[in-house]
């Protein structure tokens, strides 16, 4: 990854003939002055936290010790990344699963819908066709406008064709499917720290299994097996989820044919820092005993039990604020309707009930 970003951004050195071995050249330097720095960082780093000399000898052993140090470093910045995205995407998970699935019509006519929608397309249309070219912030507004109209009747219209067992049976026991994977999970990390507060093998550092094969590291045997890997791989559906829904990385969403190369390896670079860590988390939240990662249990913060201790609480406690925000949002609408509280704009619903409202009472006015 950081070979690729240099590459993009090289231009040869001065004085040298422009081509592709100019560019490979200063990215290779380049690449040579980012691997000293971080050397230094993490040997100052090292001198700051663990002024040994016992520690600073074990630096020059670059396999055995410098490199994992360096990924524990990296995995110890993906797990707190884990710690604000995992949450967020449990409780977004919802709301995407809500627009990829079709829900029940429960006194809705679609028909009528479809009609109205239909009728403002069709108003659009000969208001932009009305219109001359000079008016080119109108034609913008107007094109932007009837592009969401037939999104919406695109909506409508697949959850009409859909059938009553897609509409009636699918949407609800994928609602109630998130909804169990998620208290499970709670649970566990919740079950995890009463363990660590009463047994100090519960500590992920240094806890060695059967091995493969020999004996189920589940108490369930193969059931409780499958639940994990089911856990862990909803686990990293939601981080990914979570990492894109919040504002700071926004903007890194992909976008067809609109994505330059340095964000797709900003991408690439996000995903792979998060994929590192979710291992770590798993083992840190109690989810699963088994060594994902070999040597990962000789990291140095994964035996520190006020650490873990604080990841396990904070996870939980954050997964809880995110859920019952989600759950409660419709209820404190419309209570602040009903207190006249609406009015001062507080920022108190969350994103996609706002987007959606826009987008309704859009239409309405337009109607």
Known sequence: MPFAFFFLESEGFAGLKKGIRAR??????????LALL????????????????????????LWEFYLPYLYSCISLMGC????????????????????????PTILEDLDEQIYIITLEEEALQRRLNGLSSSVEYNIMELEQ???????LKTKLERRKKASAWERNLVYPAVMV?????????????????????????????GTRGPGIGNASLSTFGFVGAALEIILIFYLMVSSVVGFYSLRFFGNFTPKKDDTTMTKIIGNCVSILVLSSALPVMSRTLGITRFDLLGD???????GNFYIVL???????????LCLVRKFTSAV???????????????????????TAKTSVNGHQKAL
């Not at 230094?40 to 000399?53: K, R």
């Not at 406008?145 to 999104?151: A, Q, S, Y």
């Open 310 to 320: 604080s990841y396990n609480l904070l996870f939980a406690i954050v997964t809880t």
């Open 296 to 302: 990962f249990g000789r990291f140095n913060w994964l």
């Open 24 to 33: 490979i050249l200063e990215t290779l330097v380049m690449l040579l002055l």
């Open 332 to 354: 404190r609408e419309e209570l602040f309707k009903a207190l006249g509280l609406h009015k001062l704009h507080l920022p108190n619903t969350s994103r996609d009930s706002e």
């Open 38 to 61: 971080i050397l230094g960082i993490v040997w100052v780093a090292s001198a700051l936290i663990d002024n040994d000399a016992a520690s600073m000898e074990s630096l020059y052993d």
């Open 80 to 103: 707190l990344l884990l710690l604000l995205c995992t949450p967020v995407g449990l409780s977004r998970m919802f709301t995407v699963m809500g627009q990829l699935l079709v829900k």
């Open 145 to 151: 406008e009837l592009e969401n109209v037939k999104t």
């Open 177 to 205: 499917l998130l909804l169990i994977e998620t208290s499970i999970s709670v649970l566990l990390v919740a079950c995890n720290i009463l363990c660590l507060l009463v047994d100090e093998t519960a500590m992920p550092k």
